[in-house]
Each structure stands twice: as C-alpha cells, then as structure tokens.
C-alpha cells in the first residue's frame, strides 16, 4: 500500500521528534511490506523565516493531496512579538481550519511502567484511560473580531460557534463512547456563557440518539480538579476548543509527561493530521533529549485512523511499552533509576522492540 505522507517539522523539539516518527514508520513499512513517500513542508517559524508567512502556498496545497499530516511543533521566543495573524500558532490553526479537522482526539492512558513517574499517587492513576475530544475549528481560537481597540487599551476576543459545529463534535463523541465504556463526560461552563449552555442543550438533544451512553455534565473548573483526583471517573470527554486544550495538557500528568501524549486532528473522510499534544518545548529544543514517545504514537494514530492498520498501529505501542518496561526514559519522566537516554537513543530502542517483535513472530509462526 502507498501512502503519500506530509511531514510538517515545524520549530524547536518539533524536527527533532519528527526524525524519530519517520524512523519508526520506515521500519514499520520494511517489516510491514508498506510504501510510505514522505514529503518534508514548511510551517510556522520556520515558515515565516523562509517563506515570509506562517503557511505557504505549497504547503497547503500539499497538505489537501495528501493521504495524511504528521507535525511536530510549532512556535518559539524569535516569533512572539510578531502580530498575532503572523504568528507560527496561525499556521497551525489555518492548516485545521482549512482542512476542516474539526475533531481533536487526545487519549490519555498511562503506559503502566510509568504509573511511579506522576507526581499523582498511583492508586489514583491506575487503570485511569481517557479520551478527551476536543473540538478544534471553532470557539476563540477562530472567532472574529479579535483585535485591541482604544490604542490598545481595550481588547476583544470572540467565542462563536455554529449549532452544526456542537452537533458534529459531540455526534463524534457519542460513537466514540460507544466504542469503549458508553460514558460520556461533557465539559462546559454552563453557569456563565451562553455559548456553554447551547452546548449542554445539544448534548441533552443528542443523548437521545445514543440511549446506551450515560451522559454526565461537568463544569470546566471542577472538571480541572476531578481530571487529576478521580480520573478514573472518566472515559470519553467532549468539549470545545479552549476548555479541550487546557485540559488535555493537565491530563498528561496521569501518564507521567506531556512527552507522551499523542493527538489525531479528523474529519469525517479519514483525512487526519497527527501531531504531539505537546508545543515546541524551547526550554530543551536543540538538546536532543525531547520525548519523542507522544510524536511516534501519533505516528500510530495516523496508521490506525487514516490507513486502517490496527496491527501495524498495535506493534508500535507495544514497543513503546516495552522500551518503558526495559527502563528507558528521556529526562522529563521523573524516574528512579532506569535508564536515561537521549531522543535518538530512545527511538533506536522504539525500532529494536519492532524488529525484535517481527522476527520472534516470524519465528513463531514459521515454527508454531
Ligand atoms: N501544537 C503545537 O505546535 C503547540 C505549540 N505551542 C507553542 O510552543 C511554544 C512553547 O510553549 P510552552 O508553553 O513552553 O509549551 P510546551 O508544550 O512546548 O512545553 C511545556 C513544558 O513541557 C516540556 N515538554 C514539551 N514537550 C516535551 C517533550 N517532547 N519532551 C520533553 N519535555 C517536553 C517542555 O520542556 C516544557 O517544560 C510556544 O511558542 C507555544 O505557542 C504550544 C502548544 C502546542
Ligand atoms: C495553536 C496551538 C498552539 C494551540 C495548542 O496549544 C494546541 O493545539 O494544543
Ligand atoms: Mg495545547
């Protein structure tokens, strides 16, 4: 199977995790018998440096012909004082909208070698699996205006959405719940905006539709707390743009790093962009000892969601596990002992633990 794949590095931690993803997914394809043909674009920082804007032409172009998007990260120090439309962030949010990816699925399940490497008590962690659906093309991140009035003195962002962009988000929800525990958590914060409450009133509409999902309606400052004391409470979360990007960063402390986490961004047709839940991370780009587990498990989300390869998707999890259980770890997991290594390193382990698994299974089968 040939699949035409744009790689989007992006700014700082974001090229070096990338090189990590492609090596995986090379590996994947040789052992797989896959033709992957990667296509290297620019965007954000790196973008507006080369190219004068935060998303070229090309790269658009490219990404509507692709069978699918792998990003790193953007943004970074240089870019900040630029006007907000000229941003390295613009170019992530104009490729979503464009695209029309407006479902964001970040799932949050701690790998259980790590369960000691969050500050949070393991008897609150354990067996905690959450997926967070985020909508993403919509609320104050795209509203209009958005600008300073009075020379600067006054601001105004917009929060607006379209009943059909709750309905096909929460609608994603509803099927996602009922593929694993047919719960349902809606996040919203009905008590102040009204934009909240037509939310909350779509979801009671919908949760007709779905009788066999339970559906619970929580306000976003008291989700906050119930994420890191009871998230075991939890199976899938739906909310909009804003609440969904703030919670998911705080989830990640379940699973011992915002390093880990990985994100799928779709529309209905399989079309999807794969990217780390994670930014930029100037603090440590350049150093070569980024967490590239949350960019390789993207990788496998895109195989799972965009190529329909469950196996190949499965294989590349469970390396990533034992890569943990052999005690790997790059230096943002708090760990006790084990192992640490650099982003190269860890990804060379991700690669051995594939290789290994297809020869022992080749093994088995050919002797079984
Ligand atoms: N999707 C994207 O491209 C995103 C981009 N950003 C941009 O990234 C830049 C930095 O933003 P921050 O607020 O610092 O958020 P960040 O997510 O880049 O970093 C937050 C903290 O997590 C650590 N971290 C993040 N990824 C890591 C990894 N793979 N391995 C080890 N440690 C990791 C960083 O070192 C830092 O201490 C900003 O310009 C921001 O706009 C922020 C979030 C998402
Ligand atoms: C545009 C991005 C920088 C927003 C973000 O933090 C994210 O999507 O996780
Ligand atoms: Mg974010």
Aim: charge should be negative; proline fraction near 4%.
């Amino acid at each position: 199977m040939n699949k035409q794949i744009i790689l989007l590095p992006g700014d700082g931690v974001g090229k070096e995790i990338m090189e990590s993803a492609k090596h995986v997914l090379n590996t994947i394809a040789s052992e797989f018998g896959h033709s992957f043909t990667f296509h290297q674009h620019a965007i954000g920082g790196e973008a507006i440096d080369n190219n004068g804007t935060p998303l070229p032409e090309d790269t658009i172009n490219a990404c509507r012909q692709a069978d699918a998007i792998l990003l790193g990260a953007v943004g970074g120090k240089k870019w900040d004082s630029l006007p907000g439309h000229m941003r390295p962030e613009k170019g992530l949010l104009g490729i979503r909208k464009m695209l029309g990816l407006f479902a964001n699925l970040r799932p949050v399940k701690g790998f259980a070698p790590l369960l000691h490497a969050s500050p949070l008590k393991e008897d609150v962690i354990k067996g905690s699996d959450i997926l967070i659906i985020r909508e993403l093309t919509g609320g104050l991140y795209f509203g209009q205006p958005s600008e300073r009035r009075e020379n600067g003195d006054a601001v105004v962002d917009t929060l607006s959405y379209h009943r059909s962009e709750m309905e096909r988000i929460i609608d994603k929800a509803f099927q996602s719940a009922r593929l694993r525990n047919n719960h349902l958590t809606s996040v919203d914060k009905a008590n102040v905006l009204e934009s909240s409450r037509m939310w909350r009133e779509i979801v009671n509409e919908k949760s007709k539709d779905y009788p066999d999902v339970t559906v619970e309606h929580v306000l976003v400052d008291a989700a906050a707390m119930k994420l890191i004391t009871q998230p075991n409470q939890f199976d899938v979360i739906v909310t909009e743009n804003l609440f969904g990007d703030i919670l998911s960063d705080e989830a990640s402390v379940l699973t011992g790093s915002l390093g880990m986490l990985p994100s799928a961004s779709i529309r209905s047709d399989g079309v999807g962009l794969y990217e780390p839940v994670h930014g930029s991370a100037p603090d440590i780009a350049g150093k070569g000892i980024a967490n590239p587990m949350g960019m390789i498990l993207s990788a496998a989300m895109m195989l799972k969601y965009s190529f329909g390869m469950e196996e190949e998707a499965a294989e590349i999890e469970e390396a990533v596990h034992d890569a943990l259980e052999q005690g790997y770890h790059t230096p943002d997991l708090q760990i006790k002992g084990g192992k640490q290594v650099t982003t190269k390193e860890m990804t060379e382990i991700v690669v051995d633990n594939l290789t290994t698994k297809s020869v022992s299974n080749f093994i088995c089968s050919t002797y079984a």
